[in-house]
């Protein structure tokens, strides 16, 4: 079975600082794919980064980053320099037998 | 903004009733998908397609049907809408391959009274 855990319903952060959400998946497989979306309140969901499993270089996008553990079946998205404009939920996906399997998403709030 | 377009955007309808949520993209993407997704909860996938005549069912059971008729075009009917269906539907596409972005529709948020 496919499972993806968020296991921070909500996080906040200060403006400026940085933030990281914990992401964990569990999957037999070795190849596969990780993904973090946001989906700002009543707008559409959008890719904020894209991992290949069997990649070892954590992905990097501007002010994102991950963490990627194969090991510890870890994906973590650490967001730098926090603007207003990030605060969204967050959704880690796991891509493999050509679906999408996602996590309960964590609230993040940035606080001006 | 993606070019994945869903209506309407927000939909009350009595119990019993029949209805079809509209899913278009403009990408010439193979592959589309439905989501079911209460408010702040994870996404659960109901229907997906791989192309034109090809439907299949999700993970999470729905009462719902689709069809894939045009590459562009991904409906999904409800044939007696019931106060259980109440959520939000989010359609989505990608390219063939493994492991492509989704992108994501505006969602349609449905109220069965």
């Known amino acids: 079975a496919q499972t993806v855990t968020q296991s921070q319903p909500e996080m906040s952060v200060q403006e400026a600082e940085t933030v990281t959400l914990s992401c964990t998946y569990d999957t037999s497989e070795s190849d596969y794919y990780l993904f973090w979306y946001k989906q700002p309140p009543s707008r559409q969901m959008i890719l904020v980064i894209r991992q290949e499993a069997y990649k070892q270089q954590n992905a990097t996008e501007n002010r994102f980053s991950v963490n990627f553990q194969k090991a510890a079946k870890s994906f973590s998205l650490k967001i730098s320099d926090s603007q207003l404009g990030d605060a969204a939920m967050y959704f880690c996906?796991?891509?493999?037998?050509?679906?999408?399997?996602f996590g309960s998403g964590t609230k993040l709030n940035v606080k001006p | 903004e993606a070019d994945i377009y869903q209506t309407p955007r927000y939909l009350v309808i009595g119990t019993g009733k029949k209805i079809t949520l509209e899913c278009s993209q403009t990408m010439g993407h193979d592959k589309m998908y439905w989501y079911q997704q209460d408010p702040g909860m994870e996404l659960h996938l109901i229907h997906y397609?791989?192309?034109?005549?090809s439907t299949e069912k999700g993970d999470l059971s729905s009462e719902s049907t689709v069809s894939r008729i045009r590459t562009e075009h991904f409906p999904l009917t409800l044939e007696s809408a019931r106060p259980s269906h109440t959520s939000q539907y989010l359609c989505?596409?990608?390219?063939w391959g493994p492991g492509n972005e989704q992108f994501f529709g505006p969602g349609t948020r449905l109220t069965v009274l």
């Open positions: 989505a596409s990608s390219r």
């Open positions: 996906a796991l891509y493999n037998f050509n679906k999408f399997y």
């Open positions: 397609s791989y192309g034109v005549n």
